[in-house]
């Protein structure tokens, strides 16, 4: 199987254009066209894991963290990430990392650990912003299903559980064309007036190259008349976060026991409350990794508790009692990943090689 057909089944499910802007997901170590005879999963790619591809004869190591994040510029084996680049390359090993992207996706990182730990209702905590824009194009009116369908084929007119969404209204388009011109109706020299269909639909920005050659290629005219407008909407199935709600309420530190078992975590560090007046847990945010930026997103979300890691000392003073802030550990919160690129690639390859690595690539430990 060729590389790129894995890391486009990735992308479809976490477009690159969705990762954050300090962020370096995608192929780092390889040549999309190279043949791949098994794929080693990973939250981190270090020497270990490089070892761990050569024994189950992997060549392609799929990693939630990129190894490549800042700029090289020298590779000398100095350090452990110059050395797990070296051995790489040297055993013609590929690097391919999905991080933020697939962090910011409804079907991501957090619904994971949304899914591990019994939510629903679930939806994006801090939605993006500037994400979507929409499309408005003009077509003769026996030609607009097929341009509408084309559009949809090629990602417009999605909007949260919903496909093929578009806006249609009839009038007419004039038009002159000159002594160079091809014209599909009426006659160059004369003006000539044609029933047309307005036809208005979203899509998100990384689409719009895409979108607008399948436009081009199937709109009956010479020239295609469209405008496209950047939206402020908030873009609601991507964006960083998640919350949702218990089943059924459960009191702090029952849920906190639960949690800890279910995150298999050592440690979990969170904010004092009052156990006099303990309230209830039925609300919770959630962030895989590091989400001490989204706590003003959680309190106005009125989550009862928020679920991340990296919280350093003074940042629990913010939650001001508002929420309880239960930071589990980066790699644990994001250690069930493996298992999502795994659900992601089965389904489109039931019988390719997949290995979920047995390296426990945690730098930290608790004694």
Do not use: W
């Amino acid at each position: 199987m060729k590389l790129k057909e894995i890391t486009n089944c990735i992308e479809s499910v976490a477009p690159l254009a969705f990762q954050e802007s300090y962020d370096n997901s995608g192929l780092l170590i390889g040549n999309e066209n190279s043949e791949i005879n098994g794929v080693l999963i990973c939250i981190d790619c270090t020497e270990e894991i490089i070892d761990e591809a050569i024994r189950k004869k992997c060549n392609l190591v799929l990693a939630h963290h990129p190894i490549i994040f800042e700029g090289l510029k020298k590779i000398t084996g100095k350090n452990y990430i110059q050395r797990t680049i070296l051995k790489a390359i040297k055993n013609d090993i590929a690097i391919y990392a999905a991080h933020t992207n697939l962090d910011n996706v409804a079907n991501g990182v957090n619904k994971k650990i949304a899914d591990k730990i019994g939510l629903i209702n679930t939806k994006i905590l801090s939605p993006k912003n500037n994400f979507l824009r929409k499309l408005v194009t003009f077509c003769p009116t026996e030609h607009a299903d097929k341009v509408r369908n084309a559009l949809f084929s090629a990602g417009a007119g999605t909007i949260g559980n919903y496909e093929m969404c578009s806006f249609n209204a009839t009038g007419f388009g004039t038009f002159k064309g000159n002594k160079a011109a091809q014209p599909f109706v009426g006659k160059k020299g004369q003006l000539h007036a044609e029933n047309e269909v307005k036809i208005e639909s979203i899509f998100p920005f990384y689409l719009e190259e895409k979108i607008i050659s399948k436009l081009i290629e199937t709109h009956p005219y010479e020239e295609v008349a469209y405008d496209i407008y950047a939206l402020e909407n908030k873009f609601l199935t991507v964006g960083s976060g998640m919350i949702g709600e218990l089943p059924k309420k459960e009191k702090v530190m029952s849920f906190l026991s639960r949690i800890k078992k279910t995150m298999q975590t050592d440690c979990i560090r969170y904010t004092k409350f009052s156990k006099e007046k303990e309230k209830d847990i039925k609300t919770v945010a959630i962030c895989g990794g590091s989400g001490s930026f989204l706590l003003s997103d959680a309190i106005a979300a009125k989550a009862d508790i928020f679920i991340t890691a990296d919280f350093k000392y003074h940042q629990f003073f913010d939650a001001e009692n508002s929420l309880i802030i239960a930071d589990i550990g980066h790699y644990e919160s994001e250690q069930f990943t493996k298992e999502l690129f795994y659900d992601i690639l089965i389904e489109k390859f039931p019988k390719f090689a997949l290995h979920l690595s047995k390296t426990n690539t945690n730098p930290i430990n608790y004694l």
